[in-house]
Every structure is written in structure tokens, then in C-alpha cells.
């Protein structure tokens, strides 16, 4: 079993910024992936970016450039610097944890960008 938490949702003014964290906790492999997802009321869950341990980052092209995705691998912990943070970007942020053997879910952390 692996839990994962996330953290640093928030209410935001297009244009600004947020740092979202996630940890990991439990049977983690040596080898694994980490990442975030989205979701909307209207949308399904969408892949943002990822990471895995000594890869590169990877993302999705509507945040690429804006987003920074990293890894801390002796906590766990995966970050997403989000910045010049657009009306678009409004949702439900998940992280998950992924390896070999399981793929596992937070529960999530609300990001709203409003004027």
C-alpha cells in the first residue's frame, strides 16, 4: 500500500502563482512515477505533468513552459510550481504514484483561479 497526500491548493488572481506538494508513504518502490492530474465537473481527469525517479520531467503541452514539476526522492515528495496561472487552470489537482506493481491516488487539493 502506498498514500499519498497533497498539499498548497488555493484561491489565485490570473497571472499569479502556486506550489502544490505531494507526499508519498508506505511500500514505495526504488523505481516509480509520480505526477498530477486535473479535473473539472466538466471534464475527465487529465494528465498534466510527471516525473520519475532521475527521469525527465514530462508535461502537457497547455502548461508547458508555465509549470515546473520536481521531485525531492529521499521525502517522497513531488512539487508543481505553477505559474502565470490562467482561468483554465481551475481544478481539482490529484497527484498519484505509480510503479510496477500499483497506482495509487491522493485526494486531491483544489486550485481556483478568479478575478
Known amino acids: 500500500q502506498v498514500q499519498v497526500v497533497e498539499s498548497g491548493g488555493g484561491l489565485v488572481q490570473p497571472g499569479g502563482s502556486l506550489r502544490l506538494s505531494c507526499a508519498a508513504s508506505?511500500?514505495?518502490?526504488?523505481?516509480?512515477?509520480m505526477g498530477w492530474y486535473r479535473q473539472t465537473p466538466e471534464t475527465q481527469r487529465e494528465w498534466v505533468a510527471s516525473?520519475?525517479?532521475?527521469?525527465?520531467?514530462r508535461y502537457d503541452d497547455s502548461v508547458r513552459g508555465r509549470f515546473t514539476i520536481s521531485r525531492d526522492n529521499a521525502k517522497n515528495a513531488v512539487y508543481l510550481q505553477m505559474d502565470n496561472l490562467k482561468f483554465d487552470d481551475t481544478a481539482l489537482y490529484y497527484c498519484?504514484?505509480?510503479?510496477?506493481?500499483?497506482?495509487?491516488w491522493g485526494q486531491g487539493t483544489q486550485v481556483t483561479v478568479s478575478s
Open positions: 498519484q504514484y505509480m510503479d510496477s506493481e500499483l497506482r495509487s
Open positions: 508506505g511500500m514505495i518502490r526504488n523505481i516509480n512515477d
Open positions: 516525473m520519475s525517479v532521475g527521469g525527465t520531467p
